[in-house]
């Protein structure tokens, strides 16, 4: 059964060293009285918050830390750098005439972090 996303649901990043969560801005369709997500709720400091500490070396803030730090990793700030939407919807369910975002759907942080979704934000569908 397919899993629908919804405003507070906790995400993961394979390069941050904290969950985050998602932030949908009303008007949408809602669960459980909570905003329904669609794949264009990517946005970095407005849909996506940060991560806690990035911890990858293709983040040039990571990488100049390490370099200041004579090659021992120095995690900086998380500030994700996302330019694409979600990715692995199912098109036949729009919500604000784009395709609904579901559990399985992932983003790609420009930083080489693979973000998921580890909770829904919300008990039912």
Known sequence: MERYVCNGAMLKCSMGLSPSTLIVIPPTVNVEK???AN???YVPMTNILP???CNTVTNPAVAAATSAALGVLTPVPCIPNIVAP????KPNVLIRK???LLKRCTLMCL???VI???YE???SM
């Not at 979600?86 to 919807?89: C, D, I, R």
């Open 86 to 89: 979600w990715v692995g919807f």
């Open 51 to 53: 991560f806690g500490m």
């Open 111 to 113: 930083w080489a972090g």
């Open 34 to 36: 909570k905003p329904m």
């Open 98 to 100: 784009n395709p609904a």
């Open 121 to 123: 934000g919300h008990s």
């Open 116 to 118: 998921e979704i580890t």
């Open 39 to 41: 794949i264009m709720d």
